[in-house]
């Protein structure tokens, strides 16, 4: 498999919020693009990736090809890469040849890793509530939670979103709805679970690959968070509820 | 193989302390245990994923970490979890009690992909756990603690608990690797009549989950042809003790090799082509603390393929002059060994061969082996033979050990030189016998005992184990016995040790290799070893150690802390009948003293 895209930040915080997730992943490209994810090995997340031959600026594969990677060396190599840096994988007799093109040209051979292809799980669930916003207001969201406590309640009261924390201090909590300005849409009923905060913080990544995330969660019911991808491509995390 | 039934036969074990019902139920296991498995589910049952001697990492999740992962897994929070470990105490039931109760929140469970991922098999529980303990780097906690907290999720209740325990290393099953050999000599000879096959096996290859799938895969014939191998430790001969010069000479058959006794590391040399191994007398790899051992060995023994035997002593820079062992301990501690082997280097004093190119020397008598070693090696200042002498006198054998005395070595050990002298890896006999100089006293013989049992103290020791429930090893029953209560000779460091090393190892019941009368304020697992020494051995009804002898059990009056012995395991320690035959001496000593002064 062959692909180059145009910015290499984009595809390494794709890798890096993978790498919050899993040591290790596997790749499968096929004609139509690449997939990849699987589930956390403490089996509360699990990451589906699919990212659209279309994105990327050239993309060669066989009918199906599957490879394996060890994320700390990619992201390794991925850890200076610049806004207009051009990145091209390229796999090649057990090796992955990764190079970047900006100011310089580096380049980088990564030894493949022997992986059990992961079986795409079915998934059909119905969701009670979703919202749609801007990446950014996620992360803020976020960030205002993070530190306060480990588990975060997520309800849906009247269309709008409620994301609380409940810590030693007290309770914090951010309120959204689409009068408010914050959310760009929302629809559902009145909904209520719990999650681990940690869980959610390690998607603020997708900040530099995707500007529009949506939430889907019930009561009793994993988190879906979609972090939209140009062409159609999407980043999906689900996160189990906690029982409390 | 499914994990639930390892788990399912943990659980019955640790409810048995009969070693005959112990043996019978592992057993019992062997046989339901495919034979690829056999090594890994040995390694399981021993508490570990491979023998110490690999230098492997060990899994680093401590009690903070394991917490997060039995929360993250039950869906319960942390500071929920650490309550229930207050008032449970054992962090393994606190999993299975919030396994029982919890909802699960695999994520599996919402996406319909949990037939993909089924029960825990025993393959899949392994290898996750080597994904643990070779975890390492930035962010490798995190990892350690997801794939647990993955495996927790997966577990029954009663798996999670033995996982649990797995990992903080306090399985409680109560079996010792003697046990381990009676069952597999039961399971794949039929009878204990098999046993001492088995046995010889892992003396000369002491790598128990190895010795198991050979003799799962192959059979027990097959062990019969095991020889030591370069790169597996064997498991060291041991030597008898005696004060009386007269009486050792006597039992070692008249004539004798004398070796000097260094107050060193006792060390196991292995070359196997480039490769240097040095293991120490508890078969720990400890290569990296000697670099300077390893060049010396490359350098000045002939050869690419053998195994000798030896005592890592350290010098004095300026003088040379013998150092006492303790000096060797800030190799184990300094984080840059270069600045050690400068500031503390290192003599080898070589005294036996085990193995050579290809060839078991360990049948051959002494003085073969002795020949052999004289043969490859090129003696030097910094690795030579031990200073020895062939005598069958006892007033040399005496001269001798004052010598030894007094150039700084511990005593000598005498060395029978007859044509059954063979080596007796993992046995004490008669064959080497050590005379050291503290049996010149009344038991001013040091003894190693182990600990069993701690005391609160009171006073300025208040709220603090100030006192020590000691037990000597009784190889026969395979249990550790009661001897003492020591609770003098500490320093404040050893004292401010003594609690966290305690803290690490207590329990609320006894261990079910501990025989004792005595109850400590808590119950510790039989892993430390420290050095006493008492004024003498008396009858006691308290202790029982000995107890068979119809008299009571036998004690040490006023016992002493010496020195913690980390390079010992509790089947190293004293054993019963050495204290026996001390007290028997003493004993004799006594009568011996009444007639003179009757006369």
């Given at each position: 498999m062959k692909f180059k895209a145009v910015d290499a930040v984009s595809i390494a915080s794709i890798l890096r919020t993978v790498g919050e997730f899993m040591p290790e992943v596997t790749l499968v490209s096929t004609k139509e693009g690449l997939r990849l994810g699987g589930v956390d090995p403490s089996r509360v997340a699990y990451v589906d990736i699919v990212i659209p031959s279309l994105y990327f600026q050239e993309f060669e594969s066989g009918e199906r090809e599957v490879i394996g990677i060890k994320l700390e060396d990619v992201i390794n190599a991925l850890k200076n890469v610049k806004k207009n840096d051009g990145l091209t994988f390229f796999t090649n007799e057990g090796k992955l040849e990764l190079t970047i093109e900006g100011d310089f040209e580096r380049s980088f051979i990564i030894p493949l890793v022997e992986l059990e292809e992961p079986k795409n799980p079915g998934i059909n669930l119905q969701f009670a509530f979703k919202a749609k916003m801007l990446t950014s207001t996620f992360n803020e969201t976020l960030d205002i939670l993070s530190d306060m406590g480990e588990s975060v309640v997520i309800s849906s009261e009247d269309g709008k979103l409620i994301i609380s924390v409940e810590g030693d201090v007290g309770v914090s909590r951010v309120e959204l709805s689409e009068a408010a300005g914050n959310l760009i849409e929302a629809s559902g009923t009145n909904a209520s679970s719990v999650y681990g905060l940690d869980y959610l913080l390690k998607t603020t990544k997708m900040r530099n690959s995707s500007d529009v995330v949506e939430l889907m969660f019930g009561t009793q019911l994993p988190l879906k968070l979609r972090f939209q991808l140009p062409q159609e491509g999407y980043g999906d995390v689900y996160i189990a509820p906690r029982a409390e | 193989m499914e994990f639930k039934l390892i788990a399912e036969y943990f659980d019955r074990l640790e409810k048995i302390s009969s070693r005959l019902q112990l043996t019978s139920l592992l057993s019992d296991l062997f046989h339901k245990t495919d034979p690829s498995l056999m090594d890994k589910v040995v390694y399981l049952i021993q508490g570990r994923l491979w023998p110490d001697f690999t230098g492997m990492p060990e899994l680093g999740l401590g009690e903070k970490f394991l917490i997060k992962a039995i929360s993250m897994a039950s869906g319960v929070k942390e500071e929920e979890v650490e309550k229930t470990y207050k008032s449970v105490g054992d962090l393994g039931e606190v999993a299975m009690r919030l396994k029982s109760s919890s909802k699960t929140s695999s994520i599996l469970t919402f996406l319909g992909g949990s037939q993909t991922f089924g029960s825990l098999d025993v393959l899949e529980v392994y290898n996750e756990l080597v994904k643990i303990a070779e975890s390492s780097g930035e962010g490798s906690r995190d990892i350690k603690i997801r794939i647990f907290a993955g495996l927790l999720k997966k577990a029954s209740p009663l798996e999670a608990k033995y996982l649990v325990r797995f990992v903080e290393g306090r399985?409680?099953?109560?079996?010792g690797d003697a046990t381990v050999l009676d069952a597999l000599a039961l399971t794949f000879g039929g009878s204990s009549d098999y046993r001492p096959i088995v046995e010889r096996a892992y003396n000369l290859r002491a790598d128990l989950g190895e010795i198991a799938r050979v003799i799962a895969k192959?059979?027990?014939?097959?062990?019969?042809?095991v020889i030591p191998t370069p790169g597996i430790p064997i498991r060291p001969m041991l030597a008898e003790r005696l004060s009386d010069p007269a009486e050792i000479l006597d039992k070692v058959g008249g004539k004798a090799l004398v070796d000097y006794k260094y107050d060193g590391e006792r060390a196991q040399i292995h070359r196997n082509k480039d490769k240097v191994f040095i293991f120490s007398?508890?078969?720990?790899?400890?290569t990296d603390q000697y670099v300077d051992v390893v060049e010396y060995v490359t350098r000045y023994l002939k050869g690419d393929d053998f195994i000798v035997e030896g005592e890592i002593v350290p010098v004095d820079p300026e003088s040379g002059e013998m150092r006492p062992f303790?000096?060797?301990m800030h190799r184990r501690r300094k984080n840059d060994i270069h600045e050690a082997i400068r500031e503390y280097p290192v003599n080898l004093y070589l005294f036996d061969l085990i193995y050579y190119g290809g060839k078991?020397?360990?049948?051959?008598?002494l003085p073969a082996r002795r020949q052999k070693l004289e043969e490859i090696i090129a003696e030097n200042d910094k690795v030579k033979i031990a200073e020895h002498m062939l005598t069958d006198s006892v007033d040399k054998l005496t001269e001798y050990f004052h010598q030894a005395i007094s150039e700084g070595a511990e005593g000598v050990m005498v060395k029978s030189v007859g044509p059954n002298s063979v080596y007796q890896a993992g046995s004490r006999g008669w064959l080497w016998i050590k005379l050291k100089k503290?049996?010149?006293?009344?038991?001013?013989?040091t003894v190693d005992l182990v600990i069993v049992g701690a005391f609160y103290g009171k006073g300025k020791r208040g709220g603090k184990f100030s006192s020590l429930l000691m037990a000597a090893y009784n190889p026969d029953k395979d249990v550790f016995e009661t001897v003492c209560k020591v609770a003098s000779g500490f320093s404040d460091q050893e004292l401010d040790e003594m609690q966290s090393k305690i803290s690490e190892l207590k329990r609320s019941e006894r261990h079910p290799r501990v025989v004792s009368e005595m109850v400590p304020d808590v119950w510790v697992t039989p892993a430390l070893v420290a050095e006493i020494i008492g004024a003498e051995i008396t009858i006691s009804p308290l202790h029982t150690c000995c107890r068979e002898t119809g008299k009571g059990g036998l004690s040490i009056r006023f016992p002493r802390f010496i020195r913690w012995r980390p390079d010992k395991s509790p089947e190293d320690a004293t054993t019963t009948k050495e204290i026996m035959e001390m007290y028997s001496k003493q004993y004799k000593k006594v009568e011996e003293k009444q007639i003179d002064e009757n006369i």
């Open positions: - | 399985l409680r099953l109560g079996i192959e059979g027990i014939e097959k062990l019969k042809s007398r508890r078969m720990e790899n400890i303790q000096e060797l078991d020397y360990t049948v051959e008598p503290d049996y010149q006293s009344e038991m001013a013989d």
